[in-house]
């Protein structure tokens, strides 16, 4: 059974950075798809950003150049750098995987039905 927990949110005042974490059990960062969700308060969840089958990253255009993912080098651990921090990035932050590999077109942003499994989510605050 594959567990995801996230670490590293807290608050910030805007512009600065954070660094979250996710540690898996039962799984390895090595294969398949991975990366990271956000849902604000009454706002719907949406992607952040992900890498596919250990070469390819993709990111939401609302990140693009300032976050930045990766993992470690044992493949058990994901992160997600945060910089240039704005209110608006506020939201609680999921991380997600599933084993299976993704060849989509380079348009395409990963959705929640791509993914089997979630953390229980970190959140993050950023005042202005």
């Known amino acids: 059974q594959v567990q995801l927990v996230e670490s590293g949110g807290g608050s910030v005042q805007a512009g600065g950075s954070l660094r979250l974490s996710c540690v898996a059990s039962?799984?390895?960062?090595?294969?398949?798809?991975m990366g990271w969700f956000r849902q604000a308060p009454g706002k719907e969840r949406e992607a952040v950003a992900f890498?596919?089958?250990?070469?390819?990253?993709r990111y939401a255009d609302a990140v693009k150049g300032r976050f930045s993912i990766s993992t470690d080098n044992g493949k058990n651990a994901l992160f997600l750098q945060m910089n240039s921090l704005k209110p608006e990035d506020t939201a609680m932050y999921y991380c997600?995987?599933?084993?299976?590999?993704?060849?989509?077109?380079?348009?395409?942003?990963?959705?929640?039905?791509?993914?089997?499994?979630w953390g229980q989510g970190t959140q993050v605050t950023v005042s202005s």
């Open positions: 890498i596919l089958n250990d070469a390819e990253t």
């Open positions: 039962g799984y390895s960062f090595s294969t398949g798809r």
């Open positions: 997600v995987s599933d084993p299976r590999a993704m060849f989509a077109a380079s348009w395409y942003v990963p959705q929640r039905t791509d993914f089997r499994d």
